[in-house]
């Protein structure tokens, strides 16, 4: 059982860095990583961005094409059975190793690259099994079997939906021949009946992907360290669980958000919208399902846009004015508790414990409403306040997470020398850990004296669990994502070296060892 006061990192698992990956983290890169954060940190909780798999020309991990599978640009290609060391150069072709020494040397994440290099062994491993293994009655057939029959609630639509892509060029869905769009069972099965090999292949890829999660989990989980994931609000429109369940989704409207701190202007993310009524009448399954399966990869996971389950923010295609749904108070009460509680009892179901994203403009009743359902909601300490006054993070309710910020935020060091002067004044009086710097002369300046004394403040919250993004451990300026703008600097950053080098690194080493110090002192 972790203890009562938690301490944790956030970094998204396609940030991880080590000799062995090809241009992105992997599943075989969190052992090493977690032993890192535990031994040298004190950190006994990891949370990473979601995993799931994501459109090939989609890089923003909270539009996946399904909401259960990994993404197989995660799997840990050296620890492939089915591919032999001698073959990996010829399936890459003659400017193979050009290829390999790119991605170990890219500053940021190279997603095409990535994903067509790391299918061309996926693919070969896959047809080496197809022809080696399967229906052969082996004991890795076997077991391959005895994953999809375990999965099949998902595995077979998705493994359907990918190789349909493929055969109509990548379009979505709702382009594709109408018998197959609108699932047709005869053409639908002589489809896939051409299509059994491209079907298999993901299956196969999605075995693989579990059985190195699993391995990956048990030996973090053994050191210490939970694992904590992020569970988004709602898939791409284009995905496997909309063509399998479309009814159950606003297809003529997309989701968003007003404007807020974030983003002035509002947001429209091009999602679909929940058809609450639909999903009410199959029992929130799917909403079931999905928490289930997050249980089932996780210690605790993170609820994405939690207000969203409360009130979605709706924007019809058809050219209406965008609104909440529902519009009152007590419908949305009554709609985010019913949902919620579908997720947590699928969490139980699994041994997962929830963690509630409730950022943006929140109204008081879903505070009111977490605390009720004794859900842990986020504290951001650059957020915390009444009127202009700094709280102090001591007085946050046990039952919540402590933060500096989170993926769409920046940096503590951006968000300190971004300050204006009353503001950084106020902080420096309403906080007691930043109240001994009053007389320091460089105080404006992001020093480390400040660094320390913002982290202080975090790991002395009264909250029972304390998550920083690593960025602000390491005190860098360094972001995941810009809300709102499109573009390669959003999520593809990685740890500026290896984790072997991180080790050596002196002042990554300092701060680590400072952050094992302060989670010690402060009980956590």
């Known amino acids: 059982m972790p203890p009562s006061r938690t301490a944790g990192l956030l970094i998204p698992l396609f940030s991880l860095r080590s000799p062995r990956s090809l241009g992105i983290g992997d599943i075989a890169d969190l052992p090493s990583f977690a032993q890192w954060i535990h031994d040298e940190g004190g950190q006994n909780l990891l949370q990473l961005l979601p995993i799931g798999d994501l459109p090939g020309s989609e890089t923003s991990p909270y539009s996946a094409a399904t909401s259960f599978a990994i993404d197989p640009i995660y799997i840990a290609i050296d620890r492939l059975e089915d591919v032999r060391d001698a073959d990996r150069a010829g399936f ?16 940021a994440v190279d997603y095409p690259t990535v994903r067509k290099t790391k299918w061309r062994y996926l693919r070969a491993a896959a047809e080496r099994f197809y022809a080696n293994e399967w229906g052969k009655n082996s ?110 989704f606003q297809l003529d409207a997309t989701l968003g958000v007003p404007g807020d ?41 993170r609820v994405d846009h939690l207000v969203g389950y409360y009130r979605q923010y709706v924007r019809p295609r058809t050219g209406g004015k965008p609104g909440f749904q529902p519009d009152q108070e007590p419908e949305q009460i009554a709609r985010g508790e019913s949902v919620l509680r579908a997720i947590i009892e699928a969490a139980k179901s699994a041994s997962a414990r929830v963690v509630a994203e409730d950022l943006g403009t929140i109204p008081p009743f879903v505070r009111t409403s977490l605390a009720k359902l004794e859900l842990p909601g986020y504290k951001v300490l650059c957020w915390e306040k009444e009127g202009d006054t700094f709280l102090d ?96 600097s959003n999520w593809s950053w990685r740890l500026p070296m290896p984790l072997d080098e991180l080790r050596k690194d002196p002042k990554i080493a300092a701060r680590m060892r400072s952050a094992k110090e302060r989670a010690k002192r402060h009980g956590r």
């Open 393 to 488: 993070p001591v007085t946050y309710p046990r039952i919540s997470l402590a933060t500096s910020g989170t993926h769409d935020t920046d940096a503590l060091a951006t968000w300190w020398e971004s300050l204006r002067f009353d503001e950084r004044r106020h902080a420096l009086v309403d906080l007691p850990a930043l109240r001994p710097l009053q007389t320091h002369r460089d105080v404006d300046r992001f020093t480390p004296e400040v660094h320390d004394a913002l982290l202080d403040a975090l790991y002395g919250a009264g909250s029972e669990l304390v998550l920083l993004p690593i960025q602000d451990v390491f005190g860098t300026k360094d972001r995941i994502n810009v809300p709102g703008v499109v573009g390669s």
């Open 92 to 107: 890459l072709g003659p400017d193979g190793q050009g290829v390999v020494d790119y991605l170990h040397s890219t500053a």
């Open 139 to 248: 004991s890795r057939g076997r077991a391959l079997a005895e994953f999809v029959d375990a999965h099949r609630a998902w595995l077979d639509d998705y493994a359907a939906f990918r190789a349909l892509k493929a055969r109509f060029g990548d379009s979505w869905w709702r382009a594709w021949p109408a018998g197959v769009r609108d699932r047709d069972p005869r053409v639908l099965g002589e489809h896939l009946d051409e299509l059994r090999l491209e079907v298999f292949v993901h299956k196969y890829v999605q075995w693989i992907a579990h059985a190195q999660w699993k391995e990956a989990r048990k030996a973090v989980n053994a050191i210490g360290v939970e694992l904590m994931g992020d569970l988004p609000f709602m898939v791409g429109i284009d995905s496997a669980d909309v063509w399998q369940r479309r009814h159950e």
């Open 261 to 301: 701190a974030l983003a002035p202007e509002g947001q429209d993310w091009g999602l679909p919208a929940y058809d609450w009524a639909a999903m009410d009448a199959a029992g929130l399954d799917w909403v079931r399902r999905r928490s289930q399966a997050m249980g089932e990869l996780f210690d605790r996971f």
